[in-house]
C-alpha cells in the first residue's frame, strides 16, 4: 500500500514539498500499528504534502482550482500513469463535437450505406485533425521554453515530466462531454470557456513542473497558440471544414 509507494518513489527522488518545490526524501513516517507522521521540509518547514491526508474529491477540488500545491501533489507524490488515455479520450471527445457540429450543418438523411460511410470517415478526420492541432500546440510550447530556458529542458526525463504535466492538465476538455448533452445553442459559449480553462491550467503546470514565474509559461502557451493556428488555417486553405 503506502509503504510500497512511499519506497518506490524514495528511490525515483520524486518527492517535491507542495509549499516550495523543493526535493523532499520522504512524505511521511510510518511508525506501525496505524501511527503516522507528515514529515517537515527542511527548507520551508511547512509540511511535504499535506494532501497524503485528503479525500481524492478534495484534491480534485482543489486542482481545479488550479492551486499550485494540488499540482505538485499529483505531479510529484502521486504515480499516475493515466496521461496518455486522458490525452485520447479528451481527443476523442473533441473529435466527436466537431464531427456532431459538421452533421447538424448537413442536411442529408439519406440512410445509404455510402452515406454512413462517408460519415463515419469524417469523424476519424476530426479526430486526425484535432490531434494534429493539439501535437502543433505542444509542439510550440516545448521551442518556446526550450529558446528561452534551456537548462529546464535539458534531459528527457524533463521533457517527459513537462509532457505528462501538460497531458494532465488538459482534463478540462472532458467538459466537452456535456456541452455535447445539454443545450447545443450555449455550445460555441461553452467551448470558450473550456478552452480558457485548459490553458489557465496548462500555464499552471507548466510553471509549477518547472518552477517558473507566472510570465514564461504564458508565453509559450502564447506561441503554441499561433502554432497551432497556423495549422487550422492550412486545414481551411485544403478546403477541409475543422
Given at each position: 500500500g503506502r509503504g510500497v509507494l512511499s519506497q518506490a518513489m524514495a528511490a525515483l527522488g520524486g518527492y517535491r514539498c507542495i509549499e516550495c518545490s523543493r526535493e523532499a526524501a520522504e512524505l511521511y513516517r510510518d511508525y506501525q500499528r496505524g501511527v503516522l507522521r507528515?514529515?517537515?521540509c527542511k527548507s520551508?518547514?511547512?509540511p511535504v504534502d499535506k494532501y497524503i491526508e485528503y479525500d481524492p474529491v478534495?484534491?480534485?477540488i482543489n486542482a481545479v482550482l488550479c492551486k499550485a500545491q494540488a499540482y505538485r501533489h499529483i505531479?510529484?507524490?502521486t504515480k499516475i500513469n493515466i496521461h496518455g488515455k486522458l490525452y485520447v479520450f479528451c481527443l476523442l471527445c473533441?473529435?466527436?463535437l466537431r464531427w456532431l457540429q459538421l452533421q447538424d450543418s448537413s442536411q442529408n438523411t439519406d440512410p445509404d450505406d455510402l452515406i454512413r460511410y462517408a460519415k463515419e470517415?469524417?469523424?476519424?478526420r476530426m479526430f486526425g485533425i484535432a490531434s494534429l492541432e493539439q501535437t502543433s500546440f505542444l509542439v510550440g510550447i516545448f521551442?518556446?521554453?526550450w529558446w528561452m530556458r534551456p537548462e529546464m529542458l535539458k534531459t528527457k526525463s524533463d521533457f517527459i515530466l513537462l509532457l505528462k504535466a501538460l497531458l494532465l492538465s488538459s482534463y478540462g476538455k472532458?467538459?466537452?462531454i456535456p456541452a455535447v448533452i445539454w443545450e447545443h445553442d450555449y455550445t460555441p459559449l461553452c467551448l470558450a470557456f473550456i478552452k480558457v480553462f485548459v490553458l489557465i491550467s496548462n500555464s499552471q503546470a507548466i510553471r509549477v513542473t518547472l518552477n517558473l514565474n507566472r510570465m514564461l509559461p504564458w508565453l509559450a502557451i502564447f506561441f503554441g497558440l499561433i502554432l497551432e493556428n497556423g495549422v487550422v488555417c492550412l486545414f481551411q486553405r485544403m478546403g477541409w471544414d475543422v
Open positions: 507528515i514529515s517537515i520551508c518547514q511547512k478534495i484534491i480534485l505531479l510529484f507524490n473533441e473529435a466527436y470517415w469524417d469523424f476519424y521551442i518556446t521554453l472532458l467538459l466537452l
